[in-house]
C-alpha cells in the first residue's frame, strides 16, 4: 500500500483485532491479523501494543502455553470507547476523501 499508516489508524487496527476476541489475543496472532490488512513489522506493532496499554485501553496477562507464558492482551472499556471514536472518525474520514477521489 502506498499510503502512509499514522499512529492512530495503527491503533484503531490493533484495537479492532484484539477486541475480535473475547478472551484476549497474543502479540504474534495479533501482528498475523494485523499483517492481512497492511503491511507491517513486528516492531511497528509492539510500540503499539504499549501505548495501548499505557493509555488503559488494552489489559494485558499472561497464560502458560507450550511451556512457555504467553502474553494476551485484551480490550478494555476505555478501550471500546476509544474505538468507537476512531469508527467514528474513520466514517467521516473515507466520507469527505471519496467526495474528493471518486467524484
Known sequence: MIFNTGSA????????????????TYGYKITHDVREVIDVSESTLYPVLRRLL????????????????????KITEQGRAQLKLYRQEWHSYIHKINQLLLP
Not at 489508524?9 to 484476549?24: F, H, K, M, T, W
Not at 499505557?54 to 492482551?73: A, I, T
Open 9 to 24: 489508524l495503527l491503533d484503531a487496527i490493533v484495537l479492532a483485532v484484539v477486541e475480535q476476541s473475547s478472551e484476549g
Open 54 to 73: 499505557k493509555d488503559n485501553c488494552l489489559s494485558v496477562y499472561d497464560q502458560e502455553c507450550g511451556g512457555r507464558n504467553r502474553r494476551y492482551y
